[in-house]
């Protein structure tokens, strides 16, 4: 459903801070494909969905989704199928809005917008979605968003990111700010609404033990490539140990974060 074609991205191009943050890559993507990827600071995870998103242009090479050319497409128009989550909770909704606005506002992803008056209907909608979430939201629909906890509101992106059933699910480490508890908790309510509505999901992690838990493969990558694309046959039989040693043999990394963030779990 997507596939990326001999895709490069350089940065400042002929200037001394010529930085190539994706080299050639290559990849396709199922339909209904979780995919976790892992790669230490600076491997290009966030410019690949940069990329594939709109919001960086790829010097060279192709992008697909659903067989159609999308790598010229403007990022807004990207935006009615395709879903993004950041790090930064205060990212992904308008604070000074309530809840059932900003729900609103994520029903009509990508078009023009006039906040119109919200029908009986589309509040109940709402209602039943938030009530998944598990977080009493439900009940407050018209509360202002910039009360909410950062747990709150990264599961109400969530919410929004998914509202409109986008093709395609882009998580950027949107876990990575909240309190452990927090967020295993959003983790869990990710997995929930991208198998009962078996989105196409790519979500980045520096957690190991996440990373082997959730989706059905695992995508290496370092320097700007994907040296390995885990499937899920393979995943299935690894442990987290299995996933380290695999990850160093291929990156030669032994002293990143992610392996000592893992200590704590060998
Ligand atoms: N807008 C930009 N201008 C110049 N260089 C950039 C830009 N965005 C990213 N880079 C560089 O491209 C490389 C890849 O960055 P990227 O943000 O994709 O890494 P990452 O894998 O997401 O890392 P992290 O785990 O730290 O988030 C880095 O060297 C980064 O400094
Ligand atoms: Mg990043």
Known sequence: MLEIQDVSV????GTIHEKMALSHV????????????????GAGKSTLFQTISGAVSPTSGKIFLKNQDITHLKEYKRSRFIGRLFQNPLMGTAPSMTIEENLA???CQGHYFRLKPITHQQRQQMREALKELNLNLEDRLETKVGVLSGGQRQALSLL?????KPQLLLLDEHTAALDPQTASKV??????IVKRHQMTTLMITHNMEDALRYGQKIMIMKDGKI???????????LTVEGLIELYTSQTHEYNDRILLRNEAVL
Not at 26 to 41: E, M, Y
Request: proline share 0%.
């Open 187 to 192: 983790l869990k309510l990710t997995d929930d």
């Open 227 to 237: 040296l390995d694309l885990i499937d899920e046959e393979k995943k299935k039989n």
């Open 105 to 107: 506002l994520s029903a």
């Open 160 to 164: 929004m990111a998914t509202y409109a």
């Open 26 to 41: 290559n990849v396709k993507i199922n339909q209904g494909d979780f995919v976790t990827i892992i790669g230490s600071n």
């Open 10 to 13: 350089v940065f400042h191009q």
